[in-house]
């Protein structure tokens, strides 16, 4: 993978959990967004993974899951 493709990762897994008002940054928005980056998806499906199951278990963890229940006091 690229300096280009990691960097579009990380910033997507940015964006997405703030899109979502997570408070964190997780694995999951990573491996969510890895999997729309074309290496990654690629070294996905190639070791038998599904990226479009990925895709749509992790959009139901978000859903199931609140990443915004701690706050800083």
């Known amino acids: 993978m690229s300096n280009h493709g990691l960097r579009f990762a990380i ?3 940015i964006r997405e959990a703030m899109r979502r008002s997570h408070e964190y940054v997780t694995v999951e928005h990573l491996l ?3 999997t729309f980056e ?3 998806s690629d070294v ?3 070791c038998g993974g599904d990226k479009e199951a990925i895709q749509t278990d992790l ?3 978000f859903e199931a899951v ?3 229940h701690l706050t800083l006091h």
């Open 59 to 61: 959009e139901a963890l």
């Open 44 to 46: 996905i499906e190639s």
């Open 38 to 40: 074309k290496v990654a």
């Open 32 to 34: 969510f967004a890895l």
């Open 66 to 68: 609140s990443y915004t």
């Open 11 to 13: 910033e997507s897994s």
